[in-house]
Every structure is written in C-alpha cells, then in structure tokens.
C-alpha cells in the first residue's frame, strides 16, 4: 500500500496562479521524484532531489526535498493551461530504486 | 533524445488469452521496471531487471513473467488474462550512478480484456 500522503487530491485554478503541492511520509526517503502525466500517457519526471533541504527549479517548477527527509513539495508559478494533468510524487527509500507513489494531484484551469 | 519505446500502444485479448507487451530502453539504460495503472491509480510495481537479472519483485502475479534480453529490451508476458487485467503497462528504464533512481517512462501499452 502508499506510504506516501500527497494533497491535495485535486486543484481548481484561474490561469496565471501559483500552484503548491506536497507529499508527506512517516518513513525517511533517499530521493524524491515528482512526475506529470498526461491522460493515457507515461509519467514525465519533472524534478528529481537528492539531499535534505535542496531546493531545485525546472522552469515555472520548484520543488523542495523537506529537511527531515518525511516530506517534499512541488510549486508551479503562473500556470498556464497546458499545466493540466496529475502530479505525482514518488519517493525512494533505499538502494533498490523501487518508487514509492503518492495518489496524485489532479490539476484543471478554471477556463 | 531518445525516449522508452513501448510496442503495442493498444492491444485487445479475450479472457484466458495470453499477450506479449515489449519495451524497449533508452539507450545505455541497464534497468528496465514494469508498472500497472488502473483508471485513477498510481503506477503499481510489478517487477524490475538489472543487466537482465531479476532485481526485484512487486505484485506480480504468478500468471505474469517477465525478461530482459541481452539487448536489454524486456518482454511482459501475461497468461490467463482476467478482466482485472485491463489497465495501462507502463515500462520505465534507468541509468545506473546516481542518475538511477530517475525512472523514465514509456507511453504505456493500454491493455483491454474483454
């Protein structure tokens, strides 16, 4: 079953908006990857993090690996449309590189 | 650049029919993972190959085995197909180093049971 929590579950926003997004876990994780997915399409890794409290930027896209390694968060500045899809994050635990998934953040633009 | 190449995008089988899902990596890719996603669902872990050795083993049920080849590309075959089993197979490869904990998808083969 996850072990990841990620909210919110969806998001209704005005073009032009900041979005936030964040997964959180009671265990401690090596690495955080966050991931778009288009409907009936592969996940695109977005950003990947390595370290406790980096932060790192993929354009409009920041996300942040959280200091106590529980926790990550995911910031879209200024969404535009085709920013709609489901976010995913996913989280490592150990040296067999098996990702552990949050349930998603469906994104949709308010027209 | 190159991306994982997943054949077929579609396929339709009976129930107890097999299917045969093949991906292929990114070049200079030695580890290829296969995933389940049911409508609304997270990708699910089935299993994953390093340098065409099993190297670990989700829910995959014992209808289903899998291989990597010595080309590395990897075959999912599926036996006694259910209708459970309608869903999207994704395969993702990675690179090893550092770099191997990034996963990079295929488009996914969407696979319908009827």
């Known amino acids: 079953g996850q072990q990841l929590n990620q909210s919110p579950q969806s998001m209704f926003i005005q073009e032009g908006e900041d979005v936030s997004m964040n997964c959180t876990s009671s265990?401690?994780?090596?690495?955080w990857l966050w991931y778009k997915q288009d409907p009936g399409e592969g996940p695109v890794l977005l950003i990947a993090?390595?370290?406790a409290g980096e932060l790192t930027s993929n354009g409009r896209l920041t996300a942040q690996f959280g200091i106590t390694r529980k926790d990550s968060f995911l910031n879209i500045s200024a969404s535009i449309p085709s920013d709609v899809g489901i976010y995913f994050c996913?989280?490592?635990?150990?040296?067999?590189?098996?990702?552990?998934w949050g349930a998603g953040t469906k994104l949709i633009i308010k027209p | 650049a190159a991306g994982v190449i997943q054949s077929p995008r579609h396929l339709i089988k009976e129930k107890r029919e097999t299917a045969t899902l093949k991906c292929y990596p990114i070049?200079?890719?030695?580890?290829v993972y296969w995933y389940q996603q049911g409508p609304g669902q997270d990708p699910q872990f089935l299993i994953s190959?390093?340098?065409?050795?099993?190297?670990d083993k989700g829910s995959i049920p014992d209808r289903f085995s899998a291989q990597q080849f010595s080309d590395y590309h990897s075959e999912l075959n599926m036996s006694s197909l259910e209708l459970g089993d309608s869903a999207l197979y994704f395969c993702?490869?990675?690179?090893?180093?550092?770099?191997?904990?990034?996963?990079?998808f295929g488009p996914g083969t969407r696979l319908t049971v009827t």
């Open positions: 070049p200079r890719h030695d580890t």
């Open positions: 996913a989280g490592q635990m150990d040296s067999n590189y098996q990702l552990i």
């Open positions: 993090l390595y370290k």
């Open positions: 265990s401690i994780f090596n690495t």
């Open positions: 190959f390093y340098e065409k050795m099993q190297s």
């Open positions: 993702a490869s990675s690179f090893p180093g550092t770099s191997g904990y990034e996963q990079y």
